[in-house]
């Protein structure tokens, strides 16, 4: 079993920057795991934000938050960040941490493939 938690949610206004941090309790698999950032809006479904791979030392982006947000992931820590800059209204959203092992095909911004979820944190952008 894996816990998550997520910190650093908040308000800012338009462009502002903020800082996500998730603690796990353990690793899913010792090497081959994705860890990243997921997010919801209200009336919309859950969309990957940021992935890492941790053997593959990859992160895939969502092409609306590529150049504006940074994930990055201490080991020593078994946590992961995300930095997002220039964030924008459409931004607004509850950010989740998921993990799962990897598995053959996975795609990694799916969120229908990770079984272990943080409780989540509002992030809202105003213009």
């Known amino acids: 079993q894996v816990r998550l938690m997520e910190s650093g949610g908040g308000s800012v206004q338009s462009g502002g920057s903020l800082r996500l941090s998730c603690e796990a309790s353990?690793?899913?698999?010792?090497?081959?795991?994705?860890f990243g950032w997921f997010r919801q809006a209200p009336g919309k479904a859950r969309e990957g934000v940021a992935v890492n791979y941790h053997y593959g030392r990859q992160t895939y982006y969502n092409p609306s938050v590529k150049g504006r947000f940074t994930a990055s992931e201490d080991t020593t820590r078994r946590t992961i960040y995300l930095q997002m800059n220039d964030l924008k209204p459409d931004d607004t959203a509850i950010y989740y941490c998921?993990?799962?092992?990897?598995?053959?095909?996975?795609?990694?911004?799916?969120?229908?493939?990770?079984?272990?979820w943080g409780q989540g944190t509002q992030v809202t952008v105003s213009s």
């Open positions: 998921a993990q799962n092992r990897w598995i053959p095909s996975m795609e990694p911004l799916d969120s229908h493939r990770y079984n272990y």
């Open positions: 353990n690793y899913a698999d010792e090497n081959y795991y994705y």
